[in-house]
């Protein structure tokens, strides 16, 4: 069983920035993608983006430029550092894993308000 730990949500004003954190815990021999969704009220949760254990990224194009994801292999955790936040960031933030399956963390909120 894989268990997923988020930190780092919050309230920022528009051109903020937060650091969101995932950790992962269990009995993993091995963490193949790790990555960030999210979902704002009313609309599906989508990709933010991902992270290979080789350190391939991959973005939505409406955060390139602005966020980063990065991974610790020996501690199993993504960050997603966020920068410039824009109103339409305002979601809850899940973080995902994969090995042998899709494992989820319980959403932390970011709120970006003027």
């Known amino acids: 069983q894989v268990r997923l730990r988020e930190s780092g949500g919050g309230l920022v004003q528009p051109g903020g920035s937060l650091r969101l954190s995932c950790a992962a815990s269990g009995n993993i021999p091995r963490i193949d993608d790790m990555g960030w969704y999210r979902q704002a009220p009313g609309k599906e949760r989508v990709l933010v983006a991902d992270?290979?254990?080789?350190?391939?990224?991959n973005y939505v194009d409406s955060i390139k430029g602005r966020f980063t994801i990065s991974r610790d292999n020996a501690k199993n955790t993504v960050y997603l550092q966020m920068h410039s936040l824009k109103p339409e960031d305002t979601a809850v933030y899940y973080c995902?894993?994969?090995?042998?399956?899709?494992?989820w963390g319980q959403g932390t909120q970011v709120t970006v308000y003027s």
């Open positions: 992270i290979t254990s080789g350190g391939n990224t």
């Open positions: 995902f894993a994969s090995y042998y399956g899709v494992y």
